[in-house]
């Protein structure tokens, strides 16, 4: 955590589509049609001409080096060719595939085929087409690909492939804290200079967006500003705990290595052949509680009525078992999500894995564990933010005490993730705010009202936004919670609200907070701050400093600037 002056991070412990048939050959010429004045003439049709244009490259040699796999990605292609103009290219050269894609803005492109014939075939038919750019002809086998072809058994090649591929995986428990080796110290001293680096970014990125109209600050730190701070620097806060902290975390549900059922971690990347699931246990950043959870869940898919339904293979795009998302609070409630692809189950499976579901959980676990279930179809497990969610058994709600305060949190609602750190953070930002009782404190992006809760003594009204109404209806619940009467809560576009809030709820100065999610804050909503002139002061909590780099360059500059 680093708790600058202007902007404030987040504190957090260091350790942590299918190509038309064609020819495989060259066509030959077309017949030419007759004239148009012919009435009684048959048209002619043209000697076909073997095309002479010399192979790019030999065909039978190249396969020798992609032994039996049947995708392959080829360069060089142009990189303004898109999908649509690659496949008609492909079917004027008559080049088939089972299947084809142009990786947009890049020179390459995947091909898969049905077979080794239909392979050869088109691959000589490449070499003697104009598809491909000048300059060196490469193909390869996609990384990890043997592993994931299906060939039979007894395949040696195959075999040294996937294990070759499992061997290079770093352990999960570096690829979950990859700095856990690193004595903290040290980490603390990585921190400092990669936040030292945001600041002078901030100077840079701002001199660029204002180059008609620099700011006084900027004009300030001298002649030649380029990299310099755009601010002093305090000392990074370490984190007041460093292992097990982490309140939420998602497990993915597979096989481990015996193919046994294991929520964990997936070992690696299924695109380089590696589908097998591990073991969470030794990764430190993970909590006990969750870690308990995960095993009640995994003893729970065990039982012969739910071990029927199969955990999901992203490469076949077949099972049920997705993923497990644990969230877990110092009061004893914990929020469990489980996640399944409903595709292939009918109504009457699905009523049945719920009540079986519902019924287990009453049973074995804890009452203040809540049981969800979310179906989500797509490829990948990240669902989309508005997938719901539908709760099976236990409460509704969860609730986290921070500050002296108890906050309600609902499944899918953002809380930080280091309890202990969230309570340092929020005291550091309360630190950083010179408020007084005739203020209005304006929280954009407010989630559950936990910032502007805990400053609201300090100010005469707290008045938050968010677009998430789920968050939204937890801050309004949190305020009467805690019995504070002086926060008003919205669900909408800060930029649509912001300034009509102010002048139904505010009176005299207005001080802003914005704690963004990683993606940053949209142009406009910076745009409707910039436009308020109530905002004397604005504290912004970043999560992902790259975007406070592009935010802050963009606050600063003009109007006439600020249009896109």
């Known amino acids: ?26 066509p030959a010429p077309a017949p030419e049609p007759a004239s148009a004045s012919s009435t009684s003439a048959a048209p002619v049709p043209s000697p076909a001409v073997e095309s002479t244009r010399p192979p790019r490259f030999d065909a039978s040699f190249e396969l020798k080096k992609l032994g039996d796999c049947l995708s392959v990605h080829i360069a060089p292609f142009s990189k303004k060719l898109t999908q649509k103009k690659f496949l008609a ?25 049905k077979d080794t014939s239909q392979r050869l075939a088109a691959l ?17 086998i996609p990384k990890g690909k043997r592993a994931r072809e299906e060939v039979t058994a007894d395949d040696p090649s195959a075999k040294r492939a996937r294990k070759n591929a499992v061997e290079q995986c770093r352990p999960i428990e570096i690829t979950t804290a990859p700095l856990c080796e690193m004595p903290y110290e040290e980490q603390l001293a990585l921190k400092k200079k990669n936040l030292n680096k945001v600041l002078r970014n901030i100077t840079t990125a701002t001199i660029k967006s204002n180059q008609r109209s620099t700011p006084e600050w900027v004009q300030r730190l001298g002649p030649r500003p380029r990299g310099q701070l755009c601010c002093p620097m305090a000392e990074v806060v370490p984190s007041p705990v460093l292992e097990r902290y982490r309140n939420k975390v998602q497990f993915t549900i597979g096989r481990d290595l015996l193919s046994d059922l294991c929520i964990g971690f997936a070992a690696g990347r299924a695109e380089h052949g590696v589908v097998h699931v591990a073991d969470p246990s030794n990764c430190i950043i993970v909590s006990e509680a969750a870690l308990a959870v995960r095993s009640k869940v995994q003893e729970m898919l065990s039982l012969p009525d739910l071990s029927q339904f199969e955990p999901y293979e992203k490469i076949a795009n077949k099972g049920v078992w997705r993923q497990l998302c644990v969230r877990t609070f110092s009061t004893g409630d914990v929020v469990c999500i489980l996640q399944v692809r409903p595709n292939d189950l009918s109504e009457e499976e699905l009523e049945g894995m719920r009540q079986v579901l519902e019924r287990w959980w009453k049973e074995h676990a804890p009452s203040q564990w809540a049981l969800y279930l979310q179906y989500h179809a797509g490829l990948s497990n990240k669902e989309p933010d508005d997938c719901p969610v539908h709760l099976l ?21 953002f809380f930080q993730t280091n309890t202990e750190a969230c309570n340092v953070l929020y005291s550091k930002v309360g630190e950083q705010c010179d408020l007084r009782a005739d203020m209005t404190l304006l929280d954009i992006c407010c ?14 009204r707290v008045v938050g936004v968010d677009v998430i109404e789920e968050s939204v209806e937890d801050a ?24 009509r809030m102010l002048d139904e709820h ?39 400093q790259s975007s406070l780099v592009d935010n802050a360059a963009v606050y600063q500059s003009p109007p006439r600037q600020r249009t896109h």
């Open 1 to 26: 955590m680093d708790s600058t002056p202007t902007p404030t991070p987040t504190p957090a412990p260091a350790s942590p589509s299918a190509s038309p048939a064609a020819s495989p050959s060259a």
């Open 447 to 460: 989630g559950t009202g936990t910032i502007g809760l805990s400053l609201a003594s300090r100010v005469h």
């Open 124 to 140: 000589e038919a490449l070499a003697r087409s104009d598809i491909l750019e000048e300059g060196h002809v490469g193909l390869s």
């Open 393 to 413: 058994t236990g409460p509704a709600h969860a609730y986290e005490s921070v500050l002296g305060l108890r906050f309600r949190v609902s499944p899918k609602a």
């Open 506 to 544: 505010g009176s005299g100065s207005c001080f802003g907070i914005v704690d963004p999610p990683r993606a940053g804050l949209h142009g406009k909503v910076l745009k409707a701050i910039r436009a308020c002139d109530a905002i004397q002061t604005l504290i912004y909590v970043s999560c992902k």
């Open 89 to 113: 290219k492909l079917k004027a050269a008559g080049i088939e595939a089972d299947k084809a894609k142009k990786v947009p803005n890049k020179q390459w492109a995947m091909l898969r085929f």
């Open 476 to 499: 309004r619940a949190n305020a009467a919670l805690n019995g504070i009467h002086n926060a008003e809560y919205v669900c909408a576009r800060a930029e649509d609200v912001m300034q």
